[in-house]
């Protein structure tokens, strides 16, 4: 299904650890880009839903694509979620403003590549190491449900952890 909200678990799993090296906008950025091919084969009725942009090749394009339009996009959203949680008196919430070039580019680059990771797990249509291979050799490895499964557990632990380190740290 594209556009879906289950590969913002592999992001809020790392967040934590990476703080404000890591941005989540950026990823559910990437997540979108990854996901026009398929929306517009949805669409159109194509035959194979996940072609060239789900690539591991394709992915570096898309990623730097992603690098180009997340930082103003970002710097918004970011600017308004720390006005909000000021307003609300939770200034521990406060993420770091502007978004980093790193943070940016760590978000970029991670959203695209674990998309063609996790969608080659359960997509049949999926050839992740193409031009060089047509095998999947990703495929099967874990159930569609397994993956969706691993997805929000690693989302549900991944958004726990943030917050209990923002809690702790008020500083992170």
Known sequence: ????PFHLGA????????????????????QIAMDI???????TGAEV????????VASLAIALLVML???????FLVRHWNKEVTHYRM??????????????????FFGTFSHVFLDSLMHY???????????????????????YQFCAIAGLLGGITWLAMKSINRDI
């Open 125 to 147: 249509d999926i050839r992740p190491f193409s031009p060089f291979s047509d095998a999947n050799p990703l495929f099967g490895l874990i159930t569609h449900d397994g993956v």
């Open 69 to 75: 339009v997340a930082p103003g996009i970002c710097n």
């Open 11 to 30: 992001a809020l799993v790392v967040k934590p650890g990476l703080s404000k090296h890591f941005s989540l906008i950026t990823f559910g950025i990437a």
């Open 91 to 108: 200034p521990w919430l406060v993420e770091a403003f502007p978004v980093s070039r790193a943070a940016v580019i760590a978000g970029a």
């Open 49 to 56: 839903l996940h072609g060239p942009s789900h690539t591991f």
């Open 1 to 4: 299904m594209p556009f879906t």
């Open 37 to 43: 091919e398929p929306g517009i084969g949805m669409l």
